[in-house]
């Protein structure tokens, strides 16, 4: 797998299909099967009190009750390309989402309504990762090499630079310190590209992985950990340091990731398994949840309380206790 461009794949075909022969007057649904257990959500955050999710053929549901109720975003143009991250700046008000064939969405209002500022069907490669610096531009990476920014809240994007060894490797991920002076930029063959100054400029970190990185979280201890496929994840205690390898019982991809209060930390990835590591991420133990679905995001509500997102819809968390039993024994995932 050389990036997370193609989860799902065969998922989003079948789904694609069946809606296209679904009856045009369906009966109307509550409005909490909105979606919520059938689609393909490839990202899910909080705003606020408000929580959205994100993916297939260009949806996009917010909950203003903890994930009870789903309602359905307004999108004025809809191009049914798929959503593959979401970012929201200060103000919980202006967000991003970006997708497939460069689909760039912003909304006004937390995510109840969105208008499209980018679409390119004809080259537009995959946006991965989006996010607000410091200084209020906006970058966003993905697919072949690409990297914009928009010093106008979005108005218009131009390239944004970046080292040339960057080539044309696919980034999957913006990943900041809470205080956004630190950043990383992840993606395939093991690219890591990190800035120490809010963003400004990015200097390529010396190769120590040859794989895909799918994500990066900054810790507490004021380091990072930076996970991809096959069970392969690092940590460095601080710039400078030496990554060293997080140990993992099985060769799980993971692709998100969320914290506890008390610190630790929650991995979700294929085979509908989590990692959870009390120890900064030098070790995981692994855990099943519910299913075998891919697992692409998760978000903490409150204590042992939030929401994953899958290629099977969403889920919550934590996992019920029939899936916990299922662990190291079986992690029933391939590379």
Do not use: C
Not at 83 to 99: C, E, H, N, Q, W
Not at 164 to 180: C, F, P
Not at 310 to 323: H, V
């Amino acid at each position: 797998m050389k990036t997370a461009v193609g989860i799902g794949a065969a998922a989003l075909v079948a789904f694609a299909s069946a809606l296209a022969f679904a009856p045009r007057t369906p009966p109307p649904l509550a409005p909490t099967t909105i979606g919520v257990e059938r689609s393909h959500f490839n990202t899910v955050t909080q705003v606020g009190e408000r929580l959205l999710a994100a993916g297939a053929l260009g949806e996009i549901l917010y909950s203003d009750d903890k994930g009870a109720h789903w309602l359905q975003a307004r999108i004025k143009e809809q191009r049914q390309a798929l959503l593959i991250s979401m970012a929201f700046a200060p103000d919980r008000k202006t967000g991003f989402a970006v997708g497939h064939e460069g689909w760039i969405l912003r909304s006004k209002d937390s995510g109840s309504t969105w208008e499209e500022v980018a679409f390119s069907k004809e080259n537009g490669e995959p946006l991965m990762s989006i996010a607000r610096l410091p200084s209020g531009d906006w970058i966003s990476v993905g697919a072949f090499g690409r990297a914009i920014t928009s010093r106008d809240n979005g108005q218009t994007w131009e390239p944004l630079a970046l080292p040339a060894e960057v080539e044309d490797k696919h980034m999957n991920r913006i990943a900041s310190t809470e205080d956004g002076k630190h950043w990383l930029i992840v993606g395939e063959r093991g690219l890591v590209i990190r800035s120490e100054d809010s963003g400004a400029n990015w200097q390529i970190e010396p190769e120590f992985y040859k794989g895909s990185f799918y994500n990066a979280m900054a810790t507490r201890e004021g380091g990072w950990l930076i996970y991809g496929m096959r069970g392969n994840a690092f940590v460095q205690a601080a710039p400078g340091m030496p990554w060293l390898k997080s140990a993992i019982q099985a060769p799980v991809s993971f692709f998100g990731h969320a914290q506890e209060k008390d610190g630790t930390i929650i991995l979700v990835g294929q085979g509908s398994m989590l990692g959870l590591s009390k120890d900064g991420g030098k070790s995981f133990s692994l855990q099943r949840a519910k299913g075998r679905a891919t697992l692409t995001d998760i978000v903490l509500t409150g204590p042992d309380s939030g929401w994953m997102s899958s290629d099977a819809g969403l889920q919550p968390f934590p996992p019920s206790p029939q899936a916990k039993a299922a662990t190291q024994a079986d992690p029933g995932a391939t590379p």
